[in-house]
Antibody, heavy 119, light 112 residues
Framework: EVQLVQSGAEVKKPGESLKISCKGS????????IGWVRQMPGKGLEWMGI????????RYSPSFQGQVTISADKSISTAYLQWSSLKASDTAMYYC????????????WGQGTLVTVSS | QSALTQPASVSGSPGQSITISCTGT?????????VSWYQQHPGKAPKLMIY???KRPSGVSNRFSGSKSGNTASLTISGLQAEDEADYYC????????????FGGGTKLTVL
């Protein structure tokens, strides 16, 4: 069974750094893109970026380029989303997702990681 | 990168049919058959309901169907049920962004 399991909720202060994770299981981690999606409180879904763990090819939405870093450690089947200096506006739910086999649609989703940034 | 355009809300009574539109451009919806639809209940992760414009993943009710005409894709839900009340998002492959994926703004479906 394909599963994406994300790290737990985080409460941080502005200016702090953070790295959240998404661990894939039940499939070949290096063979599928992993995407990250932001959902701010009461708002819609936004694509942040995607990574192909097989060769670490990474692409960012222009809105998030330079604001976050996406990476992956294929030895432990885990993708990461990190911030070097959080802002209050980074408060949101973050989801990771994986496409289905033979499709470009995002069929598998993590449970989400809630990040709260507050002084 | 502009989001695809969806109505903010739609509503219908149990048993009725509703349609949610998703309007883009020739660089996304109109240019590729890679439109997908996601259902999201409050506090839950999104769930894929339709992919490649009109295909249904295994396990998704055949009350859900998708179509496309020009730069506008549509999701139709027939025989509305209370459990269909949720937010719905379209997404499309796009050639106008380095990321190649874009979401619609989302539509709140209310079952009256």
């Amino acid at each position: 069974e394909v599963q994406l399991v994300q790290s737990g909720a985080e409460v941080k202060k502005p200016g702090e750094s953070l790295k959240i994770s998404c661990k894939g299981s039940g499939y070949s981690f290096t063979s599928y893109w992993i995407g990250w999606v932001r959902q701010m409180p009461g708002k819609g879904l936004e694509w942040m970026g995607i990574i192909y763990p097989g060769d670490s090819d990474t692409r960012y939405s222009p809105s998030f380029q330079g604001q976050v870093t996406i990476s992956a450690d294929k030895s432990i089947s885990t993708a990461y989303l990190q911030w070097s200096s959080l802002k209050a506006s980074d408060t949101a739910m973050y989801y990771c997702a994986r496409p289905g086999t033979g499709t470009t649609a995002w069929d598998y989703w993590g449970q989400g990681t809630l990040v709260t940034v507050s002084s | 990168q502009s989001a695809l355009t969806q109505p903010a809300s739609v509503s219908g009574s149990p048993g009725q049919s509703i349609t949610i539109s998703c309007t883009g451009t020739s660089s996304d919806v109109g240019g590729y058959n890679y439109v997908s639809w996601y259902q999201q209940h409050p506090g839950k992760a999104p769930k894929l309901m339709i992919y490649d414009v009109s295909k249904r993943p295994s396990g998704v009710s055949n009350r859900f169907s998708g179509s496309k005409s020009g730069n506008t894709a549509s999701l139709t839900i027939s025989g509305l049920q209370a459990e269909d009340e949720a937010d719905y998002y379209c997404s499309s492959y796009t050639s106008s962004s380095t990321l190649n994926w874009v979401f619609g703004g989302g539509t709140k479906l209310t079952v009256l």
